[in-house]
């Protein structure tokens, strides 16, 4: 069974400031993969990043990065220098090869002007 | 990415009646599945749309709530049958076209009265 956990329901900032999302997951799987979705305000779901097992590498992407650490079945994601139209609902979700997602809870993201 | 075009974007309907969802993608895709999500909560699978053949639903939905259709590799509805007030909720339409991440439609918004 697959179970991705998003410890923070909500987490309020002013604008400029950093935001790190956790994600903690948990697959027998030895290949998944992990993704990092945003759904503003208006319900649609988008793909910000993708990360799989067998790479271990952290990126940056413009202001977006992440940290995947597999000892600690880990999955967190930063956001630089927040704006406004960063507000929305962002989900870590994990996937094996048959596409279908098993998301976490959420967690709220609201930046302030 | 694929382009995914779902109809209706939202309704508003009364118990007992039927809602058919409509998911047009702009390309061939295998793989095409219908999630659920109720208000504040997190997304849930319902089943995968398998073309010319039966749908493989998730534990916790059955086909008589819930049939799809899949005539083609573009196209596929969810109806949502019997509605009750507990299926108000965002319905999603995903597909993942040959890469690990999936592209999702705008959702429809049902609200059950």
């Known amino acids: 069974a697959q179970k991705v956990t998003q410890a923070q329901t909500e987490i309020s900032v002013v604008e400029k400031e950093d935001v790190t999302l956790d994600c903690v997951y948990e697959?027998?799987?030895?290949?998944?993969?992990l993704f990092w979705y945003k759904q503003p305000p208006s319900g649609e779901l988008v793909f910000l990043i993708r990360?799989?097992?067998?790479?271990?590498q952290n990126e940056i992407s413009g202001r977006y990065s992440w940290n995947f650490q597999k000892s600690t079945s880990s999955f967190n994601f930063t956001i630089t220098a927040s704006q406004v139209v960063d507000s929305a609902v962002y989900f870590c979700?994990?996937?094996?090869?048959?596409?279908?997602?098993?998301f976490g809870a959420g967690t709220t993201v609201t930046v302030r002007a | 990415s694929a382009v995914i075009s779902q109809k209706p974007s939202r309704d508003i309907c009364q118990r007992g009646t039927s809602l058919t969802i409509q998911c047009q993608v702009d390309?061939?895709?295998?793989?095409m599945f219908w999630y659920r999500q109720q208000p504040g909560q997190s997304l849930t699978l319902i089943a995968t749309?398998?073309?010319?053949?039966?749908?493989?639903?998730e534990s916790g939905f059955v086909i008589d709530k819930f049939p799809i259709s899949r005539p083609n590799l573009t196209f596929s509805t969810l109806t949502v049958s019997n509605m009750s007030p507990e299926d108000s909720s965002i319905y999603l339409c995903?597909?993942?076209?040959?890469?690990?991440?999936?592209?999702f439609g705008q959702g429809t918004r049902l609200t059950v009265v």
């Open positions: 390309s061939q895709v295998t793989m």
């Open positions: 697959t027998r799987d030895t290949t998944y993969y």
């Open positions: 749309a398998n073309q010319g053949s039966e749908a493989t639903y």
């Open positions: 990360r799989n097992s067998f790479d271990e």
């Open positions: 995903s597909v993942a076209p040959g890469q690990p991440e999936a592209f």
């Open positions: 979700a994990l996937s094996r090869n048959d596409y279908k997602l098993s």
